[in-house]
């Protein structure tokens, strides 16, 4: 746990938000997205948002797999789990996700659904293996950092011949998000990029360890972004957001990396090797918040097809609609903060969440209303 | 209630290891079981008189009461199991009026096949418990419900104390300006039942702090210290007892992270499982709200006591329209602290 203090120590905090606050220009505007739920949740957690100067405004992005996961995925979900026999697997913080009509796995549960909360896929290859009479589906979710566990819990399934176990399969991809925040989605226009109101980028940290720093080039290249792969600690997260300070008054624009302890220019071949084996991109996949996006989820390759949940199941995608007046899409691309919507801390709290950056702990809207209300008190 | 009633049969055959539909039938064989398992461990006269009630002696004055129901998995943890949770978290509840925990009750609701040496466990446990917290269990029920519809055992006790102050201790006494104490590291119980179920390993095993209260409090209030409100965070952990004490008092409370102790091992598995000690829940620890010129008394008083030892000044009240908690982070930046939305449900990534 060393290691970890060290990036939380206040003195290097300090330090480095001082540096900050000397080299912001006064006279302009830094608007930083951090694209994780993770960096969200560090600043709000360590209140990082106090130590910065008011020019430097942080706007949260979409990188948070919980809360882009639309209502027809997690409805596919509960008719998995609803039929005869099934046990479904699942990460923690799915069991809250609102579904159609706000019906979450929790309530599907308390209803008779079999549901497992397990901490990893290998815990739902365990699952398979003590139970084999049961069908146990493992609800896969993430970015490309749980996409190998993933791939792996399938790998050792097959070798294991635990015909009872199957994926049902909602990995997405970081930079067909972030290509959709900065205007280069299916249905672009031209106006769409003026109204992404951003001037850099905190990159992915976890994601990155596989990724590497290539996906991200588009970002600068195409969109004059700036990007700095950040880690998740708070004196990460403030380092980070100098290096992006320093870029624009520097008026560099390229991929920086903060977080090198853990992150190579290559990322992880092997992960990424085994990602492509086992998946190929899905032709469109829809977001909650941001709708369909072209070539940005995965789905398994046809000679692991025996592992496919939707197929064995045979559940087809439905879309469901979305709340009205819900401000998330625009949340999401940073064009509005939480309090900008109606809907907030009114209609949709955490107990009864209405729209995506609220579902999970590392939405926005959630970090807002559990970490930052007294500041719009107090403002 | 049916009492715990004197035994009458035989002692319990060898062989009948399990809990049958019949232990809860009212006949012979319950009142084995009762002999057996729960007389055999609880042994005091109020029992012994085999009546359908106590009946106790007291006092003029008040008496506080209180009950809770343990409803837990799994049944035996790191550091307790259910029948010591049952005695002290009933004992905590009654104690943090002020008043002095005397007796308590106890209902089992037990699910067919249950294993006899499991409950006899339990029940010794119990006994341990109520002999170290001071008090008696006097009188108790005993139920059998069929396979499947319980899940091994459920535990309800009911406690009465004595001598509780005329203007009893709580959150409607407290005022700007007052002090908030913690009596020791938190999130100890949750993290030691989280760990145990995620079969994490660490270097230590975590321990589920389980402990009756009741004597930590009275060294607190022997120091004189002017004590306006105590409670034990069990559920929610401390971020709820600290919004139930802010929602109550119609009073901001503002709390410095430093200061909180968090026990090393419990900080490195709430990062693993992505929780906040702080929402994590503790069953041998105490808030206690006491008038800012007394707070370093009662933080005396509560590290000379072996359940106070790493007590500390975590933070203060204060007006505050919205009645929102706030923390002062460790990198120096400002947060709320939110009540939980529902269990402590852990982050993927």
Redesign the interface.
């Known amino acids: 746990m060393k290691h970890l203090t060290e990036y939380r120590d206040a003195d290097r905090a300090r330090m480095i938000a001082a540096a900050i606050g000397r080299e912001a220009l006064p006279e302009r505007r830094y608007r930083i997205m951090e694209f994780c739920g993770g960096h969200t949740h560090a600043i709000f957690r360590y209140g990082l948002q106090d130590l910065l100067p008011g020019n430097v405004e942080m706007v949260h992005g979409p990188g948070c797999p919980v809360c882009v996961l639309p209502a027809g995925r997690l409805d596919m979900a509960m008719r998995i789990a609803e039929m005869p026999g099934v046990i479904l697997a699942t990460y923690g913080d799915m069991m809250r996700v609102p579904g159609e009509k706000g019906r979450s796995l929790l309530k599907a549960k308390a209803e008779g659904a079999d549901i497992r909360m397990v901490y990893s896929a290998a815990d739902a290859v365990a699952l398979a293996r003590d139970n084999p009479e049961r069908q146990i589906v493992f609800l896969a979710i993430g970015f490309e950092t749980t996409t190998p566990p993933t791939a792996l819990a399938i790998r050792q399934a097959k070798a294991e011949g635990l015909a009872n176990f199957s994926v049902f399969v909602n990995h997405v991809l970081t930079p067909a998000a972030l290509a959709a925040i900065l205007g280069q989605s299916d249905d672009k226009d031209a106006d769409d990029r003026d109204m992404v109101e951003i001037d850099g980028i905190l990159g992915p940290s976890h994601v990155s360890v596989i990724t590497g720093y290539e996906p991200y080039e588009f970002a600068t290249k195409a969109y004059g972004k700036p990007v700095v792969i950040a880690g998740f600690e708070p004196v990460d997260v403030l380092q980070s957001i100098l290096m992006v300070v320093r870029q624009l008054n520097e008026q560099r624009c390229e991929v920086e990396n903060q977080y090198i302890r853990a992150v190579g220019t290559g990322g992880n071949a092997i992960a990424r090797k085994l990602m492509a084996d086992m998946f190929e991109r899905r032709q469109s996949f829809e977001w909650r918040g941001l709708g369909w996006i072209a070539d940005s989820a995965l789905k398994l390759r046809p000679e692991w097809q025996a592992f496919d949940a939707e197929l064995r199941f045979d559940v087809a995608y439905r879309s469901l609609a979305e709340t009205k007046s819900c401000e998330c899409p625009a949340i999401l691309r940073g064009q509005k903060k939480p309090v900008d919507c109606k809907l907030f801390a009114k209609a949709c709290t955490p107990e009864t969440p209405l729209g995506a950056c609220m579902v999970s702990a590392e939405g926005s809207c959630a970090a807002y209303y559990t970490y930052g209300r007294h500041r719009e008190a107090a403002a | 209630m049916n009492v715990l009633a004197f035994p009458k049969g035989k002692p319990m055959a060898r062989g009948s290891e399990r809990v049958e539909m019949s232990h809860g039938a009212g006949g012979r064989a319950m009142q084995r079981l009762i002999a057996d398992v729960f007389h055999a461990a609880f042994d005091n006269a109020e029992l012994a008189r085999g009546e359908d009630q106590a009946v106790l002696p007291v006092a003029a004055g008040r008496i506080a009461m209180s009950t809770d129901t343990f409803v837990i998995s799994p049944l035996f943890f790191p550091g307790g199991d259910i029948g010591a949770l049952a005695v002290n978290g009933t004992v905590n509840d009654v104690a943090m009026s002020g008043a002095t925990p005397l007796w308590l009750s106890a209902g089992f609701i037990i699910e067919e096949g249950f294993a006899i040496d499991d409950l006899k466990r339990i029940a010794q446990s119990m006994a341990r418990a109520a002999k170290a917290a001071g008090v008696t269990i006097v009188t108790g029920d005993t139920k059998v419900v069929e396979r499947g519809k319980g899940d091994g055992v459920f535990i309800n006790t009911a406690g009465v104390g004595i001598g509780a102050p005329d203007i009893p201790l709580g959150a409607a006494r407290i005022e700007a300006g007052d002090a908030i104490l913690v009596s020791g590291t938190v999130g100890d119980h949750g993290v030691a039942i989280m760990a145990h179920r995620?079969g994490l390993q660490f270097e230590t095993t975590i321990e589920s702090d389980c402990a009756p209260l009741n004597g930590l409090i009275a060294a607190l209030m022997a120091s004189g210290a002017r004590v306006k409100a105590l409670r034990d965070p069990t559920r929610g952990g401390l971020s709820a007892t600290l919004n139930e004490f802010a929602q109550a008092a119609s009073l901001g409370i503002g709390i410095i992270e430093e200061a909180i102790p968090v026990r090393?091992e419990v900080?490195?598995a709430c990062?693993l499982?992505?929780l906040?000690p702080i929402n994590v829940a503790n069953e041998g620890k105490l808030v206690a709200v006491v008038d800012a010129r007394d707070a370093d008394a009662a933080l005396a008083a509560m590290r000379a006591h072996p359940l106070g030892q790493e007590a500390a000044i975590i933070g203060t009240a204060h007006a505050d329209p919205?009645h929102?908690v706030?923390m002062?982070?460790?990198?120096?930046?400002?947060?709320?602290i939110?009540w939980l939305?529902?269990d402590p449900?852990?982050?993927?990534?």
Do not use: K, N
Request: aromatic share 8%.
């Open positions: 995620a090393a900080f490195g990062e499982l992505g906040d919205h929102f706030t002062r982070t460790r990198i120096g930046g400002q947060r709320m939110d939305s529902g449900l852990p982050r993927i990534c």
